[in-house]
Structures are given as structure tokens and as C-alpha cells.
């Protein structure tokens, strides 16, 4: 079922049409920064339960 939903999603038919003609990037699109903050989330949570992981572990005994 995931396979069909990922399909469906990612089917060029219903992607934005494109005229073709490149236009002038003034600055970082929305999506650009979108994506830059997600990734900048995901690495905080990552992170932030990796500490956790090993805060739970303890100290290791000599």
C-alpha cells in the first residue's frame, strides 16, 4: 500500500507544468529553506535521543 501512495505521489503528471523557460534566482527559494530547516530539526533530534541513549547506559566502570 506504501508503494502505491509513493507512486501516486511521485507521478510526473501531477507535478506543477514547466514552460520551460529558466527564470533569474534572485535569492534561496521557500523550498530551500524549508529543507534546510528540516534537516537542521532532524539533526537536533538525532542528537537529542543519542543523549538520551547513552545518558540511560551510565558511566562506563573502570
Sequence with gaps: MRFLFALLIANPALAAPHSGVVKVRTGPELS????????????????????????KRGTPKD
Design 32 to 55: 530551500d529553506i524549508v529543507l534546510f530547516v528540516v534537516a537542521a530539526l532532524g539533526v537536533w533530534f538525532v542528537r537529542l535521543a543519542m543523549r538520551a541513549r547513552f545518558a
